[in-house]
């Protein structure tokens, strides 16, 4: 790799832009001092910083692009800035969002055009949490990343089409972030303890205490970090030797969390007994085992798809606002975060608890693939078939089709399976919350196909 060009910090006082990366303090927090230096250290993220990865070939090659980098709290946004930082010939320099706005940017920009008028150097400006920036201060940005003067890095956790200007959105390159996974949180907890012991610490930790601090993580390598610092402080440092425990790391925590294994029997046994609970309308029930699952760590999007999930199969149609309720306590979870986030799913199944049940959607829909396993692709009837050209008119598509709102409450009688499964019926509403209306409009559409045909017929005489 080419020489990397001097960098300087410019402006030293709080909320200024700072250039280069300075070496951790030794009394950084852990998280910080385990900071990878370089592409190899990075643990995880292989999809975008893979040996064949774009971002990673970008890095290699200093052709970065303005990107934004999207991920949950702890999945490497603000390494990948600063490895980023540590192998470009850019100027490197930092803002954030939550304390710097349009002021500190024109100061970025100033030293950009200084780089660039001193010797034709490029500028990588990263922003962390740029989702906190407004819509007038994101639009300062435009006309310098799309001339290319500034190479933006966001990074943030919100979701970029819904935070992120469109405008600016479209000249930049997102990249996902996905959780840690445990075995990415293991090395890197490895890799604290080892850090630990170069400092002086005199460590040595059982397997399933360091599995509690990758379960404490939840896929965040900074929560699992300092979960293992927090424990070393507590038992004094270095002092005296230290031995982790499981049971030594429970206690300094003082987490249960650690002690449930989101991936075991016990997993299975809660999500189990929270959605019977739900099923057989007990709100106690469902409240419980859900605190239980909450409190023990469990991943709170896993809960609200099952929440979703459950609104489908176990509701249905007997109440259409079940589905729209749990959508909504996805979104204000995912909106809210955690704790606050944690009434909404709550709320969430409380409803479904304690709404009218059916399982008739579910059932009906496995009838119908079962007819398709069954049957095969039957062809649609031609009069019911679309027919947009004259060639298809001429071979009798659409031919016959009796268009609803030409007919009486917008009901007709005609023919709409495949002539094989004509007689099948795969749904049948139950006399159960809003199905109870479903089932009497259907009777009603009966009663009036019924004497439509009893009319025609004595006409015909």
């Not at 006082?13 to 990366?21: L, M, W």
Request: proline letters at 5%; one cysteine or more.
């Amino acid at each position: 790799m080419k020489q990397k060009t001097e960098q300087h910090t410019f402006f030293p006082e709080e909320s200024q832009p700072q250039a280069g990366r300075p070496a951790p303090l030794a009394d950084a927090p852990l998280a910080e001092r385990c900071r990878p230096r370089g592409l190899d250290e990075i643990v995880g993220q292989e999809a975008i910083l893979g040996p064949d990865g774009p971002l990673r070939k970008a890095i290699e090659r200093d052709r970065v692009p303005s990107m934004i980098l999207w991920g949950p709290p702890g999945s490497g946004k603000t390494t990948i800035a600063h490895v980023v930082a540590e192998a470009t010939q850019a100027l490197f320099l930092r803002l954030s969002a939550t304390d710097s706005g349009v002021k500190e940017f024109r100061k970025v920009v100033e030293k950009a055009q200084q780089a660039r008028q001193r010797n034709n150097q490029k500028t990588i400006l990263f922003i962390d949490e740029i989702h906190r920036w407004n819509k007038s201060q994101q639009d300062a940005l435009l006309p310098y990343v799309e001339s290319g003067l500034i190479t933006l890095i966001g990074a943030t956790t919100e979701n970029p089409s819904f935070e992120v200007n469109s405008a600016l959105l479209s000249r930049v390159t997102v990249f996902t972030l996905s959780l840690l996974e445990p075995a990415h949180l293991h090395t890197i907890v490895t890799r604290g303890i080892q850090i630990l012991r170069k400092q002086g610490v005199k460590l040595e930790a059982d397997a399933d205490a360091v599995e509690a601090f990758v379960q404490v993580g939840n896929g965040d390598a900074r929560g699992a970090l300092t979960a293992l610092e927090h424990v070393v402080n507590y038992y004094g440092g270095d002092e005296q030797p230290l031995h982790l425990t499981l049971e030594a790391a429970a206690k300094a925590l003082q987490e249960k969390r650690i002690l449930y294994d989101k991936s075991g029997e016990e997993h299975y046994n809660l999500i189990s007994a929270l959605h019977k609970s739900m099923r057989g309308s007990d709100p106690q029930g469902t409240l419980y085992w859900l605190a239980r699952m909450l409190e023990g760590g469990e991943d709170p999007l896993y809960l609200a798809r099952r929440i979703v999930r459950f609104a489908t199969e176990d509701i249905g149609l007997a109440d259409p606002n079940a589905l729209l309720l749990a959508i909504a306590a996805k979104e204000a979870y995912h909106f809210l975060g955690s704790p606050e986030g944690d009434l909404a799913l709550a709320q969430a199944a409380l409803y479904m608890a304690t709404a009218p049940k059916s399982n008739t959607v579910y059932a009906a829909y496995n009838k119908a693939q079962a007819v398709i396993k069954k049957k095969g692709y039957l062809p649609v009837p031609l009069h019911i078939r679309n027919a947009p050209t004259r060639l298809m008119k001429a071979l009798h598509y659409g031919k016959g089709y009796q268009y609803a709102h030409d007919f009486a409450d917008a009901v007709v009688k005609q023919d709409y399976l495949p002539d094989a499964i004509q007689n099948e019926v795969f749904y049948t509403p139950t006399n159960r919350g809003f199905e109870q209306k479903i089932q009497q409009r259907m009777k009603e559409w009966e009663t009036l196909l019924t004497q439509r045909e009893e009319q025609k017929g004595g006409q015909d005489q």
